[in-house]
């Protein structure tokens, strides 16, 4: 049920022609009844864009929670190391995800770029801001996760299985001029 999905507008990411391009479809096998079709597309564009784009992963070191907490956390920075524009993210989290939170700090001052107060596994899209964030180099984007294990009695482990978790934030950037 995600919606289409745009990139920002003149906006792109420059691909060479031999780079292999992976789908991940993401269904709840539970939830959803039998025979009800999955279905995908996606568009590729080809050309020039007037704002080449690229996608920085930030994520903690692999971790594992602590089960029966009601607010376990981790969290990762990432520096910039040049001026950029940050213009939307992709958040995820699995099932236990609580809150997840993407702030900045630029001269020691601190801004919240989003906040995801009640998090919905299926919140795992392409997220806009609604005005460009300018990052000068030295900023640092720091990402939190918020986790809640009561329903675990052993911990949990980051992963891509069902029953792992993630504390991840694809930032969508552009350099600036």
């Given amino acids: 049920n995600t919606p289409v999905q745009r990139l920002p507008a003149a ?14 479809l993401r269904y709840d096998l539970i ?5 009800i079709p999955v279905r ?13 784009a690229h996608f920085v992963a ?15 956390r981790v969290g990762a920075t990432w520096t910039a190391d040049r001026a950029a524009t ?7 989290m699995h099932t236990l995800g609580r809150v997840l939170d993407l702030e900045r700090v630029h001269a020691g ?3 919240c770029l989003a906040h995801f107060g009640h998090w919905d596994v299926y919140d795992q899209q ?16 720091a990402l939190t996760c918020e986790f ?14 069902p029953d792992d978790e993630q504390c991840l934030a694809h930032l969508y950037l552009v350099d600036a001029p």
Avoid: N
């Fill in 109 to 111: 001052e601190r801004q």
């Fill in 86 to 92: 940050l213009l939307g993210l992709v958040p995820r």
């Fill in 11 to 24: 906006t792109g990411v420059p691909l060479a022609r031999e780079t292999p391009l992976v789908l991940q």
């Fill in 148 to 161: 809640a294990t009561t329903s675990r009695a052993t911990p949990v482990k980051m992963g891509e299985a």
């Fill in 58 to 72: 930030l994520h903690p070191v692999p971790f594992a929670l602590a089960p029966g907490q009601t607010e376990a």
């Fill in 40 to 52: 995908a597309r996606m568009l590729l564009a080809t050309g020039e864009v007037a704002h080449p």
């Fill in 126 to 141: 392409l997220f806009r801001d609604a005005e460009p964030i300018a990052l000068a180099p030295g900023d640092r984007v």
């Fill in 31 to 35: 939830a959803s009844a039998p025979g």
